[in-house]
């Protein structure tokens, strides 16, 4: 197989037989490329753990198997280089994942490309996940996709609250994507694939290991636009999403909580130390996917650019290209405005284009 490896074919490869975030492997793929990296690990001599398992790999029918297990889901393997991979990920540099295993019939790029982050502890108030709920609804309305780890808590309440809002949401999950976890969360992730999707960087079949969802936590990071933080102990997981976010410049959200809450603790401390932007109502985090208002030409506006195209005009000879429907009052005013946004500028009896 290694004479003929696609690079798709090499990157399930080094997917199955490394681990998620390891920039010791980043770092071999961004030199060489992962066909070559594979060749390399084959050829070498290396007592390295991801050399060991390439060359276990390499001859079996693991890759197949893979590929088949991400179809049965009716999954795909996303790699850089698709048209569907997302173009913010190359801000992670070494530690962007070698590949995605993707669940779901949106397109990943396009859905992350108006995205907002949700995390929190796994042991949330009540509050916590209103606050989550109400924000996530609120991304739906205005066509922001939900991010979140698909856990209990803040995670769980941001799905459910894009999905009640009927918007789209997207779970990193720490685990294959064709493993339930939490198993109770079974049929939420269902829900989540129908109008959204679910994304791993760990193969099909892999479970939930500890460090696991450290490494998932920046690829939430790097997938968004910017990251809310509802509630965080000092020593939270959650955290780890957000020094990602500010390592690579998003902004991070903070969501204050009752000053005796150990939950709001490392909000609060992130507020007060590391730059989180406070987030004071529901809407806040919304500001950054606001959209520049594009103003409105009228048709006046467009008759006047074309008349003046040529050269000055007097306001006579613009009213004369206006057309016989033109209003001398309509023109008149047009041109005031446009004169003060810098448009159009006045000398003597001539109008200039600006």
């Known amino acids: 197989m290694a004479s003929s490896l696609t690079e798709t074919a090499a990157r399930v490869i080094i997917s199955l037989a490394g681990e998620p975030g390891d920039e010791k492997v980043g ?48 999954g795909r393997f996303v790699i850089p280089g698709d048209a569907e991979w997302p173009a913010q990920l190359g801000d992670l540099d070494i530690a962007a994942p070698i590949g995605l295993w993707v669940c779901g019939s949106e397109d990943l790029s396009a859905a ?26 609120a991304c739906a309305q205005t066509d922001v996709t939900v991010i979140s780890g698909g856990a209990y808590g803040i995670d769980a309440a941001a799905h459910r609250g894009a999905l009640a809002g009927h918007g789209k949401t997207i779970a990193v999950l720490a685990c294959g994507v064709d493993v339930a976890y939490p198993a109770a969360h079974q049929s939420l992730l269902a829900r989540v694939q129908e109008s959204g999707l679910v994304v791993s960087e760990a193969p099909p079949g892999a479970g939930p290991h500890k460090h696991r969802f450290l490494t998932r936590n920046r690829l939430i990071a790097g997938l968004s636009q910017s990251t809310v933080v509802v509630e965080a102990a000092l020593r939270s997981g959650a955290l780890s999403t957000t020094n990602w976010a500010l390592v690579l410049g998003r902004r991070v959200w903070g969501v204050p909580g009752p000053l005796t809450s150990a939950t709001s603790a490392g909000v609060h401390l992130g507020i007060k130390e590391a730059g989180f932007t406070i987030m004071q109502d529901i809407k806040d985090p919304l500001v950054d996917f606001a959209q520049p208002v594009q103003r409105q030409i009228s048709v006046s506006e467009i008759e006047i650019h074309h008349a003046l195209s040529t050269g000055p005009r007097t306001t006579a000879q613009i009213m004369a290209m206006c057309g016989s429907q033109a209003d001398i009052h309509d023109v008149l005013g047009t041109l005031a405005m446009m004169e003060m946004r810098g448009d159009v500028r006045h000398m003597g009896d001539l109008w200039f284009e600006a």
Do not use: C, M, N, P
């Not at 390295?48 to 991400?70: C, F, G, M, P």
């Open 112 to 137: 992350t490309s108006r995205s907002l982050a949700i995390v929190g502890a796994r042991a949330s108030t009540a509050y916590g996940e209103r606050i989550a709920s109400e924000l996530a609804s």
């Open 27 to 74: 770092s071999t793929v961004a030199e060489f490329g992962a066909i070559e990296s594979v060749q390399r690990w084959l050829q070498e001599d290396s007592k390295l753990a991801i050399a060991k398992a390439i060359k276990r790999i390499v001859d079996t029918h693991e890759v197949e198997k893979a590929l088949a297990s991400i179809k049965a889901v009716s």
